[in-house]
């Protein structure tokens, strides 16, 4: 069973930043597509970083593109999100969500996802 954890959420001021991880367990990351999605109250799921283990290529959403860094230990199976410039719109609760995959079939589609972590709460104040 594959279990995910995530950590490293907290409060911070307009232009820090917070680092999430999330350690892995229960799979083998080869050929798995690892992402980070965000959830406003009362709306879906959003993906927002994506890493293709394979080839450990990256994809961003428009709205983080150059402020967060999507990456991985392979070796401690933990995936991580760099987060800079943080601005309150980016106050969200973040998961991490894995599942098997080509490179062709690695998305931000929440519905692709077998696994996720329990969420950790971002807040951002101005």
């Known amino acids: 069973q594959v279990h995910l954890v995530e950590s490293g959420g907290g409060s911070v001021q307009a232009g820090g930043s917070l680092r999430l991880s999330c350690a892995g367990s229960?799979?083998?990351?080869?050929?798995?597509?690892l992402a980070w999605f965000r959830q406003y109250p009362g709306e879906g799921r959003a993906g927002i970083a994506r890493?293709?283990?394979?080839?450990?290529?990256?994809f961003y959403a428009n709205s983080v593109k150059g402020r967060f860094t999507i990456s991985r230990d392979s070796a401690k199976n933990t995936l991580y999100l760099q987060m800079n410039n943080l601005q309150p719109a980016d106050t969200a609760t973040y998961y991490c969500?894995?599942?098997?995959?080509?490179?062709?079939?690695?998305?931000?589609?929440?519905?692709?996802?077998?696994?996720w972590g329990q969420g950790t709460q971002v807040t951002v104040s101005s």
């Open positions: 890493i293709w283990t394979g080839g450990s290529i990256q």
């Open positions: 969500a894995a599942h098997a995959a080509s490179y062709y079939n690695c998305d931000l589609r929440p519905s692709d996802y077998t696994f």
């Open positions: 229960g799979y083998n990351s080869s050929n798995y597509c």
